[in-house]
């Protein structure tokens, strides 16, 4: 039986990897190491909970000793590291935790699985989850490429652009087997509703205004997350040992288009006169360094491992949106608190 490590399985993308190895691997031992900070939710995996296959280990990737001595205990033979900070805005605030989660943390799995290892690689493989935002900022033309060069702006992405040279450094350096991802902006359900999407979901729900930043003139490329999973799974088992591939949508969305049409949607399922949610739209203060435009090529991925995305954005939105507004409890479990606190300060 292969041991699995999957890390940060209970925020919102590492949970739908969870379930699906989980579901399709019974021969596979999962591990979901997660140290259940904010965006951590074990509601987002409950269902599988009790699954044979399945353990759940709270703890800090950023702590040494107890990563290298979980190592030590279970020998695992491939490690999913999806576990970070992962929002811009909080890494403008505080860019230090990010530098402690997402490069230390990843150097501490890097130390523990070089030693679990020790040059016997067979059959191994550590799998970075990365994002297109190392790569910066794109005019109106031009797609990011795999060969791209990294030109990250913010706090967050520059975290992210450090662990993922540190992989590929231990790659070259030490042989370790690797593969990496770069991918752009994933939604669907479980989603904090901290994250574009799932906000102006809540929002529109809650009657709130819809805040835009800047003119509303940013560009993403969005993807459905099962589909990010999937890719995810693929990369992991048939990748080409030490190569990135980029994940994306082939969907680029200005972000005040992107809101309209949510407005649209969730009028017609609210039952509400078209264009009611587009009047609470209102333009905020820029977020310092924003990057114009992100845009994917993700030609390579489907070329050689045959991924593509599995559903249309409007197709993916219409079952996120329906996942909102049947799960209400869940979001309004992790509205309250400490993200309540948050959202005063970040948008009052
Ligand atoms: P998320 O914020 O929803 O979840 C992160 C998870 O990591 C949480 O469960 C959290 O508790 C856990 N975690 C945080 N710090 C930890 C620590 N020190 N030790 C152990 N666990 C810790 O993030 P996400 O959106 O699911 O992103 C997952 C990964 O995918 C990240 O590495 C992110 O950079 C990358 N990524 C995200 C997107 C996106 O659109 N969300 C796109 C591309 C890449």
Redesign the pocket.
Known sequence: MKKILI????????SHVVRLFVKKYPQYQIFN?????Y???LENIVDIEAAPNYTFIK????DAPFIDQLFAEHQFDGVLH??????VDRSITDPLCFVK?NVI?TMNLLNAAKATWQGDYEGKRFYH????EVYGSLGAEGLFTETTAYDPNSPYSAS?ASSDHFVRAYGETYGLPYVLTN????YGPFH?PE?LIPLFINNIIQNKPLPVYGNGKYTRDWLFVEDHAVAIDLVFHEGVNHDTYNIGGFNEWQNIDLVKLLCKIMDAKLGRAAGTSEQSISYVKDRPGHDLRYAIDASKINKELGWKPSVTFEQGLERTVNWYLENQTWLNNITSGEYATYYEKQYN
């Open positions: 890390t940060g399985g209970a925020g919102f993308i590492g190491l997660d140290a259940l900070t965006a951590g939710n703890g800090d990737i950023v999806l576990a970070a900070e992962s929002h989660t943390g989850i990365s994002t297109d992210k991918c752009s902006n994933n904090f994250k």
